[in-house]
Structure formats: structure tokens, C-alpha cells
């Protein structure tokens, strides 16, 4: 479906020698590619799905501050960055796709494994001094700031009622009680948050270890869709309950001395995240044409999530 030897030579001048499929996330397929003497990786967003149009929407907003992270005073060799097509664009599209171009990381995904406990300090510190940095970076921030509005509820809320198609109707039955009080819970504390004095910092949003590579010594945070000026609980509420989370805190507050959590702030970015997760679920069932394997697995990975959020209700 992806012409990417096209995509490489028409938009960046590259002319790729080899393409090959990599392992990537259920938002985008991957790719790497060798081409001029280098290794490049290409994210490929399909257009026909329906999650790609608001991962992608923000592109030319959020690259530019990744970008400028990408200091060695700052998060160099932590960050990747887009490669500029031969225009100095961040993206490129054609009927197919929506593609971003990396320089190749020669790592390894974290991924099921355990962090170790030197991962855990120096994630702990790239999350650090990314929280340093607020509305007052010389970049344009104000396109990924937090407003706490939770539009897609309002689309499960819809659906509930009018009745779900097939599978997905099945597996949500059972589960619509406690979906509907997750809903009024997010809703309840995103009008508090509304009201609330809070400052706002550099958040990723999408901490789990499939978005962490390792590279010799160092970490690697990939996939910045989710790059947001919000509260910092948008970061930790990851780290939350995992055993290591006191000592993640310990080196996050030789930054951030005596840094406290926000409980409401935490309790809504949890609750959002299990619900936006149900949501993209359900909107592949629904609205993607999957085939019948891909239909299996998203079935899968939903229950899950349904099941998850009834034990986090108990």
C-alpha cells in the first residue's frame, strides 16, 4: 500500500537502496530504510484509519518544540527529530499516508522487560528536565495546551445510547455501567481542573515502555503525538503505580525540590487515559477496516482495557 522508496526519493531525495517492515504501534506501520550512506526510519500513518486525522493534526505544531529540545543543554540524544523533507517540512503526504522521517536508532525497545534501576534514574531525569520547561520556551506552545476538555466522551456517551454494531456491542455490554461512571468521574474533574491554578510544564503523555529505547547507555523517547503543556501529572500518573515510583520521585525532585502530586490532576489523567484507550478500541472496531485478524486483535486488546477498568472501579 505504501510506495515508500517513492516517498523517500520524491520528498527527501533519498534514494533507498533497501526498505524493510519494522515492529510499530497501533497508530502508525514503521519502516527502515537504507539510503545515501544512512539508515533512516519512516512512520507511515494510513489515512484510511479513522485515529490517523488527530495524530497527525498536530505535526507542524509539536515538531518545532522537540526540536528544540534537541539541545545539548537541554534533551539532545534523548529526543528524536523529524527529518526536513526537501521543502523544510516536518511531514509529507500523498494519497496513501501521512509520513515522518527519523535517522535510524540503533537501540533497543524496553518494551515487556522491567526497567533497571539506572533506566529507572535516567528516565526519571529526562521527564525532569523536560517538566522544567512551560509557556516560556521561545516555541509556540499554545496549540498543545491542556484545556481539559474531554470531547470524545461525549462520542462514547453517543454511541452507548444509539447501540453498538456486532462484536463491539458484545464485549461492551457487560461493561457499560462502569463505562458511564469512568465518564462522569473524567467530566466531574476536568470542570474542577477548569477552575484550578496549575501550572503547566512540557508533558510527552504516552510514558510506557514501548515508546522508551535504549542505546548504549543512553534512553531514547520516541513518539511525541501526545506532546502537551499540561500539568505534570499528565507524565507521572505512568509511573503511579509501579514499584519503582518512589525512587523515580527521589531523582525527580533533585529538580523539582519538595514536588507534590495533584491528586484531582492525577485521578483525571487516569481515568481519561483508560477511557481514550476503550475509545480508539471501539473507533477501530466501528470505523476502520481491519481484517480479520486485525479485527481479533483489537478485540483482544479491548477486553483488556474493559477488564482493566473494572479492576480499577473494585
Known sequence: MF????????YYG????????????????????????????LKAYDKKRASTAKLTALIDVYAPIVQ??????????????PVLTKDGAYKCEDDHGIYLLYEYIDGETIGDR????????????????????????????????????????????SLLSEGLPGGAAELIGPHTK??????????????????????LALCHTDLHNWN????????????WEGLKLAPVEADLMFFAEQPYFQEFLRVYRLVHVGFQINRHALRFYQVKRRLEDIWEFIEQLV?????????????????????????SND
Open 3 to 10: 510506495d515508500v522508496k517513492n516517498v523517500l526519493n520524491v
Open 14 to 41: 533519498i534514494d533507498s537502496t533497501a526498505v524493510s517492515p519494522q515492529q510499530g504501534g497501533w497508530s502508525a506501520l514503521a519502516y527502515k530504510a537504507a539510503g545515501g550512506g544512512a539508515d533512516y526510519f
Open 68 to 81: 528544540w529540545l534537541n539541545h545539548p543543554v537541554r534533551l539532545k540524544g534523548s529526543v528524536p527529530v
Open 114 to 157: 522491567p526497567l533497571y534501576k539506572e533506566e529507572i534514574e535516567k528516565l526519571a531525569q529526562i521527564i525532569a528536565t523536560l517538566h522544567s520547561y512551560g509557556e516560556n520556551i521561545p516555541v509556540d506552545t499554545g496549540g498543545i495546551k491542556e484545556n481539559f476538555d474531554v470531547p470524545f466522551v461525549r462520542q462514547m456517551r
Open 178 to 199: 462502569s463505562i458511564r461512571r469512568a465518564i462522569e468521574t473524567v467530566e466531574e474533574l476536568s470542570h474542577h481542573l477548569k477552575n484550578a491554578d496549575l501550572k
Open 212 to 223: 522508551l529505547m535504549k542505546t548504549g547507555r543512553e534512553l531514547v523517547l520516541i513518539d
Open 287 to 311: 470505523f476502520d477496516r481491519q481484517t480479520e485478524r486485525e479485527k481479533a486483535e483489537t478485540e483482544s486488546a479491548l477486553k483488556k482495557e474493559l477488564e482493566d477498568l473494572e479492576t
